[in-house]
C-alpha cells in the first residue's frame, strides 16, 4: 500500500497570511493526488485533484503543486472561512490511501 | 444539483450484519462510479470501496475485504454497502462519494456504532 505522510498535523496563522502544507508518498503517485478540506460537522469538500488542478468553485486563493512522491497545497491570504481539517489522497493505486490530517486554525 | 443521501446506519453489536444505502439525484447514476469513505471519531478518512458504473467492478482495502459489499442499483439511482461481521473498529461515519478516484462530491454521512 502507498503510505501519505502528511505534515504538519497542525496549522495556526493570522488572517491574510499563506499557509502550506505537505503531502510526501511513499512511491511515485504520477500527479495522482487529490487536496479535501472538512470544516467541522461537515463532510470532505474536493479543492484540488490531478494534483494542481482547482475542482469547480473553490477559490483561486488555494493551489496545489509537487510531482513524484511530494506535494503540496498553498493556501494565500489566508480567511476566516479556511478554519478546517485538509486531507491529501493519492488515487494513483488501490487501496486509496489518506495524508492523516492537518487541522489549520487562526492565529 | 448533484445530491448524494446516505441512510441507514445505527447501533449494532458485534458480529452483527448492516446494509447502508446512497440514494443519488442530480446527475446520471449508471455513467458513474460509486465510491464510500468512512472516518472514525475524531480521526482520518479511511477508502472502504469502490465499484464502477456497470457494477462489474468492485475494489476494497484488506481492512473490509470478505466482509463488506459495495453494490449499486441502476435502475433505483441508489447505491448499498453491505457490511458483515462488524467489529468495533468499524465505529464510524460513512460516506458515499461519487468517483471515479478523486471523490469530487459527498453526501452528509450516516453514523455506524458498533457497540455491545
Known amino acids: 500500500d502507498i503510505q501519505m505522510t502528511q505534515s504538519p498535523a497542525s496549522l495556526s496563522a493570522s488572517l491574510g497570511e499563506t499557509v502550506t502544507i505537505e503531502c510526501r508518498a511513499s512511491?511515485?503517485?504520477?500527479?495522482?493526488l487529490a487536496w479535501y478540506q472538512q470544516k467541522p460537522g461537515k463532510s470532505p469538500q474536493l479543492l484540488i485533484y490531478?494534483?494542481?488542478s482547482l475542482h469547480t468553485g473553490v477559490p483561486s486563493r488555494f493551489s496545489g503543486s509537487g510531482s513524484g512522491t511530494q506535494y503540496s497545497l498553498k493556501i494565500n491570504s489566508l480567511q476566516s472561512e479556511d478554519v478546517a481539517s485538509y486531507f491529501c489522497?493519492?488515487?494513483?493505486?488501490?487501496?486509496?490511501?489518506f495524508g492523516s490530517g492537518t487541522k489549520l486554525e487562526i492565529k | 444539483e448533484v445530491q448524494l443521501v446516505e441512510s441507514g446506519g445505527g447501533l449494532v453489536q458485534p458480529g452483527s450484519p448492516l446494509k447502508l444505502s446512497c440514494a443519488a439525484s442530480?446527475?446520471?447514476?449508471?455513467?458513474?462510479?460509486l465510491n464510500w469513505i468512512r472516518q472514525a471519531p475524531g480521526k482520518g478518512l479511511e477508502w472502504v470501496a469502490s465499484?464502477?458504473?456497470?457494477?462489474?467492478?468492485?475494489y476494497y482495502p484488506d481492512t473490509v475485504k470478505g466482509r463488506f459489499v459495495v453494490s449499486k442499483d441502476n435502475a433505483k439511482n441508489t447505491g448499498y454497502l453491505q457490511m458483515n461481521n462488524l467489529r468495533s473498529e468499524d465505529t464510524a461515519m460513512y460516506y458515499c462519494?461519487?468517483?471515479?478516484?478523486?471523490?469530487?462530491?459527498w453526501g452528509q454521512g450516516t453514523l455506524v456504532t458498533v457497540s455491545s
Open positions: 462519494a461519487r468517483g471515479p478516484n478523486w471523490f469530487a462530491y
Open positions: 442530480g446527475f446520471t447514476f449508471s455513467s458513474n462510479w
Open positions: 465499484i464502477n458504473p456497470d457494477g462489474s467492478s468492485t
Open positions: 512511491e511515485d503517485i504520477y500527479n495522482g
Open positions: 490531478n494534483a494542481n
Open positions: 489522497q493519492q488515487y494513483y493505486d488501490y487501496p486509496f490511501t
